[in-house]
Structure formats: C-alpha cells, structure tokens
C-alpha cells in the first residue's frame, strides 16, 4: 500500500478542540494538508477564524472552518455540539485538545484550581466526546472507524507535577478515560487513543519555550535533546487517523522524546565501579 493511500484523508471531516494554538493548531494543519474539512474551536473564536484563513490559504486538499466553542461548562459544551451539528451532519474525528493549567508550589495550590482545570480537561473532554459520539458512530466502519484522538500529556505518565498538580492528575485522568473509551466503543467502530506529549511551543508553554535560548535549555534536558515540532504531532495524527490507525485503539502516544521513560540512575552503578 503506498504512503499516499496510508496517510491520506481525503473526504473526511474532524473537529479539533483548542486548534487555534499550540498542539490542536499543528494538528489542524496536518489534517487539513491531508484533505480534512477541519472544524477549529475554543474560547477565542476570533483566533479560530483567523487560523482557519491562513489554513485556508495553503491551497491544500482540506479546508478550515473557524469559531468559539468553550468546553469549561456545561452549557458551552451544549453550545460547542450545537455548532458542530449546525455545520455538518457527518464527522469522522474528534481531537479533544483544548486545556488549561494552573501552576502554584505545594503547599499554596488553591482547590479552586482543581475544579477549573478539571472542567475543561477532563469533563469537557468527555462530555463533548458524549454529544458527539453519535455522528461519530454514524460514520464508523469496520474497515474504517470513526476516530477519536486525546491530548494527555507525558506529566500525566510519570510522577511529575512541577507545581502543575491539577493539570498532572488531570491528563493522567485523559490518559485512563480514554483506554475505558477505547474499550467500551470499539464495537461501534470508533477508536479512541491517546497523544501523550512533552514539551512543545505553545501558549501554554511560553514560558518555558517563548525564544530559542529557552527551547535549548528545556529541550537539553529531554532524552532526545530537543523539544517537540510540529511535524511530531502531524504524523501521530495522520497515523491515527489514517488507515495505519485503523486496528489501533486504547493506545497512548509518548510523544515526549523519551521523558517517558526516564527512570532512575541505575541503582548498582556506584558498586561496579
């Protein structure tokens, strides 16, 4: 089978959550390059319609569609799937990639950055995934499933909080709900996976990754030495989305340069010296 055949989404219709910046905007591109009408939504609907329009001008397979969508609430993730169904009767991939943090040290982090972070990451992501799901068994076969990609995060794969304890216990939530998804509707023909990234650019990150001199710094302490780019995202996505993807389900992506797998010095190391 050629790559062209494997990778391509020509036809097919995705909403990407978060897709005006960061993660959910690479991701956007790399579906809309592979032929995918590309429903882009967050809270700034502005920056969604102005990201839509560059994506627009690629003059790629695709197209883009901009607007506001909040998955914070209750009556935003209803207003979010009312959006959706108002703009199309078929979809084929969901990203839910919208999400927040809150930083603090412990021993000063707020409960009421518990219940923000947990809303939007967590409920959110589960509730829209619930309206959505009808139009995404709808359009699901057996030979080619409706798809459903998360974004965890690598924070929460290892016991690492950096004063982002919410966010952390979090994405370890994204990255448990989304094998439980995965179980429970495989026989729907969806599939549910999991993007468990490192470090990339983003806005969220910007403090870490906003100039060159940061992103060496950040990316010298990842395994693989660098931080995330864009085309890390485009290939987990045109994978999991592709017809490659099409017997995979349950599955988290490290898309972390191998922070992942970071353990330990080896405990025996001193004594064979």
Not at 22 to 39: D, H, N, P, S, W
Request: charged share 20%; with cysteine.
């Amino acid at each position: 089978m050629t790559p062209d055949i494997l990778f391509s989404l020509n036809g097919k219709t995705a909403v990407v959550t978060g897709g005006a910046t960061g993660i959910g905007r690479m991701a956007a591109e790399a579906l809309v390059r592979a032929g995918v009408r590309v429903l882009i939504a967050s809270r700034k609907g502005e920056a969604c319609e102005a990201v839509a329009e560059q994506l627009n001008a690629l003059d790629a397979d695709g197209s883009a569609e901009g607007f506001a969508g909040d998955v914070g609430s209750e009556e935003g993730v209803d207003a979010l799937a009312k959006a959706v169904a108002d703009r199309t009767d078929r979809l084929d991939i969901l990203m839910n990639n919208a999400g927040i943090t809150w930083g603090a040290p412990l021993g000063q982090y707020p409960f009421a950055a518990w219940e923000k972070v947990n809303a939007v990451n967590v409920a959110g992501l589960f509730h829209l995934t619930q309206k959505l799901m009808p139009m995404l068994i709808a359009s699901g076969t057996t030979e080619d499933p409706a798809r459903v990609v998360n974004v965890g995060s690598v924070m929460g794969e290892v016991p690492m909080g950096d004063g982002a304890y919410a966010y952390s216990a979090s994405k370890a939530a994204v990255l448990h709900l989304s094998k439980i998804l995965a179980k429970e509707l495989a026989g729907h023909h969806v599939t549910v996976n999991a993007l468990a990234p490192g470090p990339f650019v983003s806005r969220m990150t910007a403090f870490a990754t906003g100039d060159e001199v940061l992103r060496e710094k950040v990316g010298a302490d990842v395994p693989l030495g660098r931080v995330g780019r864009d085309e890390d995202i485009a290939g987990c996505m045109l994978f999991l989305c592709g017809r490659g993807g099409a017997y995979v389900t349950g599955a988290v992506i490290p898309v972390s340069g191998g922070i992942n797998v970071m353990t330990a010095p080896n405990i025996f190391a001193s004594a064979m010296e």
